[in-house]
Antibody, heavy 122, light 108 residues
């Protein structure tokens, strides 16, 4: 069973770059599409973007200018960088895998990491 | 961008009762690519339904999804104590994936 674990700094200064990594265990990173999703405290969910093991990416247009995702197949992990952060980027950040059913991928998320809280503050 | 609206914002029910949650899209969701999630405090969301009506692995059959186009419904036939949580719908019919604001199901 695939498991996901996010890691990265819990505190980032305004204007700096937020960097997170998601380690995939129990399965190969080459088997799925992978997304980042965030949730500000007490609020709803926002999809950030997804990446395939080949490096192909699709980003949320509202964040596209600040987001970079990458994948390291040798370490079975993928990463998120969000630049020029402000307090509005304070959130729990989740990594998640896309559901694979009936021979194709759905952009629905069936396996999630536990989430990591990132606070933007000086 | 497809905007999802969920109603009601809060649903107060007793265990054993039926819950009906609504998700309305600002434009038609292609191929009924609509999912539902359950989230409890301090936990990641859990996928319940995908493709508007297909239950995810391990989801009890008291959860069912229906609808098409712009109107979708999640029904919990008989609420169990562990079902009190926040429920989100999500559309993935176009490249920009969006979530609804959520419906909280709490104990009456």
């Amino acid at each position: 069973q695939v498991q996901l674990q996010e890691s990265g700094p819990g505190l980032v200064k305004p204007s700096e770059t937020l960097s997170l990594t998601c380690i995939v265990s129990g399965g190969s990173i080459t088997s799925y599409y992978w997304s980042w999703i965030r949730q500000p405290p007490g609020k709803g969910l926002e999809w950030i973007g997804y990446i395939y093991y080949s490096g192909s990416t699709t980003y949320n247009p509202s964040l596209k200018s600040r987001v970079t995702m990458s994948v390291d197949t040798s370490k079975n992990q993928f990463s998120l960088k969000l630049s020029s952060v402000t307090a509005a980027d304070t959130a729990v950040y989740y990594c998640a895998s896309h559901l694979y059913r009936s021979g194709y991928y759905h952009d629905a998320f069936d396996i999630w990491g536990q989430g990591t809280m990132v606070t933007v503050s000086s | 961008e497809i905007v999802l609206t969920q109603s009601p914002g809060t649903l107060s029910l007793s265990p054993g009762e039926r819950a009906t949650l609504s998700c309305r899209a600002s434009q038609s969701v292609s191929s009924n690519y609509l999912a539902w999630y359950q989230q409890k405090p301090g936990q990641a969301p859990r996928l319940l339904i995908y493709g508007a009506s297909s239950r995810a692995t391990g989801i009890p059959d008291r959860f069912s999804g229906s609808g098409s186009g712009t109107d979708f419904t999640l029904t919990i036939s008989r609420l169990e104590p562990e079902d009190f949580a926040v429920y989100y719908c999500q559309q993935y019919g176009i490249s920009r994936i969006t979530f609804g604001p959520g419906t909280k199901v709490d104990i009456k």
